[in-house]
């Protein structure tokens, strides 16, 4: 049961709820989510000139992060000592998440950051085995009592507000009570995951929008509709649907970081060239030519992303596996074809036992010698594409003529030089996806025949299996 204890005032005065929102957030709708490894600093500045209103770090372990002989893991989770992270001129808005089962821990961890973010939030949502064996994210479900004490020590005690994310429970009336129990407990924003705790892996689905609708009208604090963001188009739709005021994006984002760059839009070199530590990308015509501005050039994105991790000025590094993740992701179209195997396993090689093209004592001296590898790699690709692309613009082919059509899905399958959404199907379908996507690849699909995202509706996109995640071993192997 919800407790129901009466709420002290917080010492000082803080904003809360839409006045937070609207006032220090401001108003944000495209929100990148707390990605473990993922949604650190370097990347952080990438998705902000890239559309991204909000962006939240990657959960940190509050029972760590407080103790003060965890040195190191303090230092990598959140690098107070640099001054970058949450800085307001390069790091804002920014909500800082910990996962956390003891309030006092919790606590002592949000104390240390909360004159560096705009508010912190606590992480109810994370299904993953490490979770259950920590007890914390999705497995505190069950457990309203220590919920609603974590985030009303925030709430009292803190001089910044406390949000939360969490999945919702299978019943809809269950999840609304869950819902006005977090906000009861003092949280100022709340993000729902419309998935609930079994949805991942294998078995992650589509997640329900007409739970977060219900959830959105049942509280008066803003709430961020998270789940099934593929595509620029599925934004206003997650929307239209929910009601929610903003939305918030993971692996969608991951895969095409322009995904909130929306196709009226500035052209990507456009948006990179205002920031003037970013030269702005070499024009390259066939990839640019076809390309848009939502769907740029996956390799743009990379070395632009790579720019920033090795820029003189920046000290707070992202570490090799943040940056592989990276750009296996963002690579993807490209490295998953036949006749990559090359680049791909040299991606995986970079940083192990020596592998790779670069070795320690190469370029720099700022022990970044890995990424100058990464942008070797980059471009590579970058040369292979462009080939593949200048084959396809004599042809007279546009972005809608080289754009195929997932058989499982309905989706959108685009030239394989573009940032695009990957996603998987369910399990028994996927022999099948796999063989006939081969034989749809660019320049087979039916000229003239022109489709929305909006396709994703229904059965089609019922069949989507858009996996949590995928380990890099998975496309290294
Ligand atoms: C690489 C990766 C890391 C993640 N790490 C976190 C995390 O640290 N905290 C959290 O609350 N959720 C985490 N998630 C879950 C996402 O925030 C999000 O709730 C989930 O992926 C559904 O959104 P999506 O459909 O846009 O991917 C992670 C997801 C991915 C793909």
Not at 255 to 282: D, K, M, Q, R
Not at 316 to 325: D, E, I, M, Q, R
Not at 421 to 441: G, I, N, T
Request: hydrophobic letters at 40%; proline letters at 7%.
């Amino acid at each position: 049961m919800a407790p129901h204890t009466t709420l002290q005032a917080p010492a000082t005065r803080k904003l809360a709820g839409y006045e937070f929102y609207r006032e220090v957030l401001g108003s944000p709708k495209y929100v990148v989510a707390p990605m473990v490894d993922q949604s650190e600093l370097a990347w952080r500045i990438l998705s902000r000139r890239l559309g991204a209103q909000l962006i939240y770090t990657p959960m940190i372990n509050a029972k760590m992060f407080s103790s003060p002989s965890s040195t190191r893991y303090r230092l990598s989770a959140f690098n107070l000592p640099n001054t970058e992270e949450g800085h307001p001129s390069l790091d804002r808005p920014l909500i800082v998440q910990f996962a956390a089962n003891d309030p006092a821990q919790l606590l002592a961890s949000a104390r240390l950051v909360e004159d560096r973010c705009d508010a912190v939030d606590i992480n109810l949502g994370c299904p993953q085995d490490i979770a259950k064996r920590g007890r914390y994210g999705a497995f505190l479900q069950d457990d309203w009592e220590l919920i609603y004490q974590m985030i009303n020590t925030l709430h009292t005690n803190l001089k910044i507000p406390v949000t939360a994310k969490f999945r919702i429970f299978p019943s809809i009336e269950k999840t609304v009570q869950y819902a006005q129990m977090l906000e009861r407990a003092g949280a100022q924003i709340l993000t729902c995951h419309g998935r609930v705790r079994e949805q991942r892996g294998q078995n992650t689905g589509l997640a329900s929008y007409a739970h977060i609708a219900a959830v959105k009208r049942a509280v008066r604090v803003p709430v961020l509709a998270n789940g099934n963001i593929l595509f620029h188009a599925d934004i206003e739709r997650c929307l239209a649907e929910t009601g929610a005021d903003g939305v918030m994006c993971a692996e969608g984002q991951l895969y095409n970081a322009a995904l909130f760059v929306g196709e009226g839009s500035s052209p990507l070199s456009t948006i990179l060239s205002h920031s003037p530590s970013t030269p702005a990308p070499t024009p390259i015509p066939a990839m640019h030519a076809l390309s848009t501005a939502a769907h740029p050039p996956h390799t743009t994105l990379a070395q632009t992303y790579l720019s920033i991790v090795l820029h003189p000025t920046l000290k707070t590094k992202p570490p090799l596996s943040a940056v592989k993740g990276h750009m296996f992701k963002l690579l993807r179209p490209a490295l998953g074809r036949p006749g990559m195997e090359d680049l791909r396993e040299r991606t995986g090689r970079v940083g192990v036992g020596g592998g790779g093209g670069r070795s320690r004592g190469e370029g720099g001296g700022d022990g970044m010698w890995w990424a100058r590898e990464f942008l070797d790699i980059v471009w590579e690709v970058e040369k292979r594409m462009e080939a593949d692309a200048s084959a396809a613009l004599p042809a007279g082919h546009t972005i809608q003529t080289l754009t195929a059509t997932d058989p499982a899905t309905g989706l959108d399958i685009l030239p394989h030089w573009l940032a695009q959404p990957y996603f998987r199907v369910a399990k028994e379908k996927k022999e099948v996806v796999e063989v006939e996507a081969e034989v749809l690849v660019v320049g087979e699909k039916d000229k003239g025949v022109t489709r929305s995202p909006l396709v994703l509706d229904g059965i089609k996109r019922a069949m989507v299996a858009h996996e949590a995640r995928e380990p890099e071993s998975v496309l290294v192997a």
